[in-house]
């Protein structure tokens, strides 16, 4: 079995570099890639191969989504079967077993006591965007309070939530829909006074909600939905302080507003238990999934309480949504997270992380080292003493780790270096890519 990356070109090697320079022709020039260029031929288990035959260990799992690993052979098996007797019949019109299947399934892992329905999306943002249409349709009502640093999406209603990046706002001039976006509870850098520490952090958030949100220009009665991460993934891989969901499920009792918690990037096992609400003990009134919930195909979830998502035929659906591989590659993933991928998230994140807080201690410029199973967060800074974020030196480790063959994605916030592999990674391969990241940080101080 491979132990450790296989570096034997130059980076970008040749064969890639021609498929750079006609991507760059004939692809949309939207897509934004990472500060080095990797041009992916195949994947197995926590390695991917370029087009130069050069081998790196994968710690970003197609940015969160290949929980099983690449191309776990039992998901390929289910996949291989599906294609073989049903692609696509359009679930939105007819009925198959795989629908009711995979809803079940989720009703029995959500952190949702009553019953439950759900609703079958392609994407993230298409599972996000669904919540947000039934909660104005549940609810009569219009705004919504989303969070800053947020990412919930990039089609224009998610838009309106998403607060982590200006270029994903600029140039569209408004948003769709009625969003009040609030700061997120950051013990780090929180722009209320006298915040030391997450339970500070987290009260000046509600306090803010309540006592100047409310009684100005967002009433609480006007209020549709309260839409969270239960981790900030894209903002910096921030969890939520300990009491803050419940807060906010107070909130949304006191009121008549649905807590909507986003689980397309924490879900699926990837924080060592199956959703990362379950970590606060908290029920959204709907939950919503994607990213690692089918190893890699396209499929998204809005799982919300059966008494809201009660509205008529017709009124939401779409084509491809519930394709029957896709279910077919997400029943398979959901069992092999289930039979031992989700403890092992716990168990060798839990490592991952002891690993990332030594070299906090070695190095001057990691100022925070934050996360729970195997979604952690590393923050890359000037120094210590003034916790400035550098995007430059971020870049610059992320650059020297693919050079000697490990992928990890920063992106995260201003300066947070991101680890999301698959959920099968071992304790061996921890310590060859703490090695690494080790070498890169010195190489790029
Ligand atoms: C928390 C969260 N919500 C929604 C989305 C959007 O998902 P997609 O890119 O599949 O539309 C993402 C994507 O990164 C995400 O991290």
Not at 267 to 286: C, L, N, S
Not at 342 to 349: F, K, L, P, Q, Y
Request: overall charge neutral.
């Amino acid at each position: 079995m491979l132990q450790k990356p296989i570096i034997k070109t130059e980076l970008p090697g040749p064969k890639a570099k021609q498929i750079i320079e006609e991507d760059t022709e004939y692809v949309t020039s939207s897509f934004n890639r990472y500060p080095y260029k990797l041009v992916v031929e195949k994947g197995y288990g926590v390695w991917v191969e370029d087009t130069d035959g050069n081998v790196f260990m994968d710690c970003n799992a197609g940015i969160a989504v290949c929980s099983t690993g690449h191309c776990h052979p039992e998901v390929v098996k289910a996949i291989t079967q599906q294609t073989q007797t049903l692609i696509h019949m359009c679930g939105t019109n007819y009925y198959y077993r795989h629908l009711p299947a995979l809803a079940k399934k989720l009703d029995e892992l959500v952190p949702i006591k009553s019953p439950t329905r759900t609703y079958f999306a392609n994407s993230g943002a298409e599972a996000v965007e669904t919540a947000l249409k039934l909660a104005i349709y549940h609810t009569k009502r219009q705004k919504f309070i989303s969070f800053m640093g947020s990412f919930h999406g990039r089609s224009l209603a998610t838009l309106s939530l998403t607060a982590s990046k200006k270029i994903h706002q600029v140039g569209y001039m408004r948003q769709v829909l009625d969003v009040v976006h609030v700061p997120y509870p950051n013990k780090l850098r929180s722009p209320f006074a006298g915040v030391t520490d997450d339970e500070s952090a987290a009260t000046a958030v509600i306090n803010y909600i309540e006592n100047f949100v409310f009684k100005t220009t967002t009433p609480a009665e006007d209020v549709a939905g309260i839409v969270v991460e239960a981790i900030q993934g894209e903002g910096g891989y921030f969890p939520s302080p300990p009491n803050f969901l419940k807060e906010l499920r107070r909130i949304c009792n006191e009121n008549g507003i649905l807590l909507i918690v986003d689980e397309v990037h924490s879900g699926m096992g990837r924080t060592g238990k199956m959703f990362a609400t379950e970590h606060y003990d908290v029920e959204p009134d709907i939950i919503c999934a994607s990213k690692g919930i089918a190893s890699g195909l396209p499929i998204g979830v809005c799982v919300a309480r059966k008494d809201i998502m009660n509205w008529p035929p017709g009124s939401h659906a779409s084509t491809f949504g519930g394709n029957p591989v896709c279910i077919a590659s997400a029943l398979k993933t959901i069992e092999l997270l289930e039979n031992g991928l989700t403890e092992n998230a716990r168990i060798v994140g839990n490592y991952l992380k002891d690993g990332l807080l030594k070299l906090q201690d070695k190095y001057d410029c990691i100022g925070d080292v934050r996360g729970l199973g195997l979604m952690i967060g590393v923050e890359i800074v000037e120094s210590k003493q003034t916790m400035k974020p550098t995007a430059e030196l971020r870049d610059r480790i992320e650059t020297a780790c693919y050079n000697r063959g490990l992928l990890i994605f920063g992106g995260g916030g201003v300066s947070v270096i991101r680890w999301a592999p698959p959920l099968i990674l071992t304790k061996q391969n921890v310590d060859v890519a703490l090695n690494i990241f080790d070498e890169a940080v010195m190489a790029s101080i």
